[in-house]
């Protein structure tokens, strides 16, 4: 159950990848996609990319928010460059809606350079409602 949940919310963000113009390169419980390669030591869950730009997607959970390890794991992601452009890559973090404010505050402790990189989607709308209606 929980991986399914877990797709959902991959799937929510790979839409906004395309609503953004991106292609979807690699990602988790993918049919077709391969999984991405782990980045550094952390597991991410999507990568797209846009011409000659680059993202990389992350689902965090309540549970990852309120682990001291997140700050590590986003400050190192949002600064990472591409190998020979030395382009800035974007860091599309996807949270539940109910987590957007914590998600926002966890990000006002990174550096200006991760903040400006940081860009936080509010992802598992359309289950929510779903479930509410059951």
Same mark, same amino acid.
Request: avoid cysteine; proline fraction near 2%; hydrophobic fraction near 35%.
């Given at each position: ?9 991959? =799937?929510?963000?790979?839409?906004? !990848? ?10 988790? !419980? ?10 550094? =030591? !952390?597991?991410? =869950? ?17 549970? =990852? ?26 860091? !599309? ?42």
């Amino acid at each position: 159950m929980k991986t399914s949940v877990q797709q959902r919310n991959i =799937d929510d963000l790979i839409g906004h !990848f395309w609503r953004n113009g991106y292609l979807t390169l690699s990602r988790r !419980f993918g049919k077709y996609l391969p999984e991405p390669n782990d980045i550094g =030591d !952390f597991r991410v =869950d999507a990568i797209g990319k846009q011409r000659k730009k680059y993202v990389i997607g992350l689902v965090l959970t309540e549970k =990852d928010l309120n682990d001291s390890k997140v700050f590590n794991k986003l400050e190192f992601l949002a600064t990472r460059h591409t190998k020979h452009s030395k382009k800035r890559v974007t860091l !599309f973090v996807g949270v539940p809606k109910h987590l957007v404010k914590e998600a926002k505050s966890a990000v006002s402790f990174l550096t200006v350079e991760a903040q400006k990189s940081i860009k936080i989607v509010s992802i598992g709308e359309k289950v929510n409602k779903q479930l509410s209606l059951l």
